[in-house]
């Protein structure tokens, strides 16, 4: 069905509320139309989409700023459950675009005149919608064809509030027979998302991110985009057009496995580049911030959320996933990594190594084995990689209390992992995973991730 013009965010607070009230009463009603049901593990999972399409619609009427929470959301595993997480990864590609007028408005502010005046050609018809923008090409002399991402007009104004309303939302969520984290957790995500919103509505902010990229993390495989920075402002972004199809389109057309698989290598190295060597990373790599072009080339979108990472995180990442790579049966096994985890300060300075090994370890197993599973095979195939595990309630009673604190940079740096094994598990690629050699001692190279 063909999208539709959309006016601009409601910025109003009352008729926000209004709205996300109305998903709240729908979530009760949900919940007891499905206490009315014959368990089973079918009616689990309809109840699960239910409650997500209600999300979405919700966040859907918002737009602005609430449409990304959806997005972020997604990209939370140990959130939300699998049925609510695939509706609100919606988001990713369901944005109505913005009506002609609006566009010219948010250029009348900006530039002080009319997008047409600007560019030798403008294309008021947006050939791509995302949640805080839509994306329209141009013609610019010297240039060529470039790529023109307009804010929608009021999304910074309304973050706040938004992150209030998601918050109400989730309470309502956490009412129902939905297995969601404490609230200690949920209110530290969505304080990290919330941060991560307000970076992105800033385009000037991007367009040195996008500049530091494009030259500094420039890798065979792999194309970024130069900002052309006469033509940015806040709330609208100019850059070189990237050519390529989003991963689900490209993936329609049945790329060979030699391709799929020369894809996901380009994007397997240019993470371990940006981790390892830069210090730097996107962290927000769902699949609509990529486009793959017929030679497997990978281009790399949207740089409004990235990160850096200091020497002390990588280092300290590095040693947990050393240790955490040896055998099972290794003595010095849990013992390194316990001091990787201290020195991070996830867990406390004097937390014994038996306490550990005996309540710590075995909570943060699952997740470990899963983080680490690509770098336990030289060539590793994520056609058959596994779903992420959802932490058991005995375990997040364990993590709850023996954890101290979540390092700045880990959300991200968590968020970055799971978006790029969500990519290159849609591609089914096989990669060279230990090649790379970033991580290396007592007999150990591989790649890296997160630790917890």
């Known amino acids: 069905m063909a999208k539709t013009e959309a006016d601009a965010p409601r910025t109003g607070k009352l008729a926000r509320s209004a709205i996300t009230g109305l998903a709240a009463a729908r979530i009760g009603m949900a919940k007891l139309s499905h206490r009315a049901r014959t368990p089973s593990p079918q009616a689990q999972a309809d109840h699960e989409a239910a409650l997500g399409r209600i999300l979405f619609g919700a966040l859907g009427q918002l737009r602005g700023s609430a449409l990304k929470v959806s997005q972020l959301l997604s990209m939370h595993p140990g959130l ?16 109505p675009p913005l009506n ?37 090409r141009a013609q610019l002399a010297g240039h060529g064809t470039v ?21 109400a939302a989730l309470r309502a969520l956490a009412h129902t027979d939905m297995p969601l984290p404490t609230n200690t957790v949920v209110d530290s995500v969505m304080a990290e998302i919330e941060v991560t919103l307000l970076r992105e509505v800033d385009y000037l902010q991007e367009a040195e991110q996008l500049q530091w990229f494009a030259r500094h993390a420039a890798r065979p495989g792999v194309v970024m ?32 496995q030699a391709l799929r698989d ?15 060597v830069l210090g730097r990373v996107h962290a927000d790599p769902h699949p609509g911030n990529f486009l793959f072009a017929p030679d497997g080339t990978v281009g790399v979108l949207d740089f409004g959320c990235t990160r850096e990472l200091s020497a002390h995180f990588r280092a300290h990442v590095a040693t947990a ?37 005996t309540e710590l370890a075995p909570a943060l197993a699952d997740m470990q084995a899963w983080q680490i599973e690509p770098f336990t095979r030289p060539v590793f195939d994520f056609g058959g990689k596994t779903p992420p595990p959802i932490t058991a309630a005995r375990h997040q009673r364990a993590l709850g209390q023996h954890l101290l604190q979540v390092p700045g940079e880990m959300p991200a740096f968590e968020r970055m992992w799971m978006g790029l094994m969500h990519l290159l598990t849609r591609l089914g690629a096989r990669v060279h995973t230990l090649r790379t050699g970033f991580l290396a001692g007592d007999g150990v190279e591989a790649g890296a991730s997160t630790v917890a």
């Open 225 to 256: 985009a130069e900002p052309i920075v006469s033509h940015t402002r806040a709330q609208v972004l100019t850059q070189q057009f990237v050519p390529g199809q989003p991963l689900q389109t490209w993936l329609a057309t049945q790329p060979p």
């Open 100 to 136: 002609r007028a609006l566009v010219g408005r948010v250029f009348r502010q900006a530039f002080g005149q009319e997008p047409e005046a600007l560019f030798d050609q403008f294309e008021p018809t947006a050939f791509a919608a995302a949640s805080l923008g839509q994306v329209h």
């Open 262 to 276: 020369r894809a996901g290598q380009h994007l397997w190295d240019w993470f371990m580049h940006c981790i390892f």
């Open 147 to 167: 790529a023109v991402k307009v804010q929608y007009p009021g999304i910074a104004a309304t973050i706040a509030s938004d992150m209030q309303l998601m918050r």
């Open 321 to 357: 996933w050393s240790a955490l790579l040896r055998s099972a049966t290794d003595p010095q096994r849990d013992a390194l990594a316990l001091k990787a985890y201290q020195a991070l300060g996830l867990v406390k300075a004097d937390l014994a190594l038996q306490t550990y090994t």
């Open 80 to 95: 939300l459950p699998d049925g609510v997480r695939s509706e609100l990864a919606r988001a990713h590609h369901q944005a």
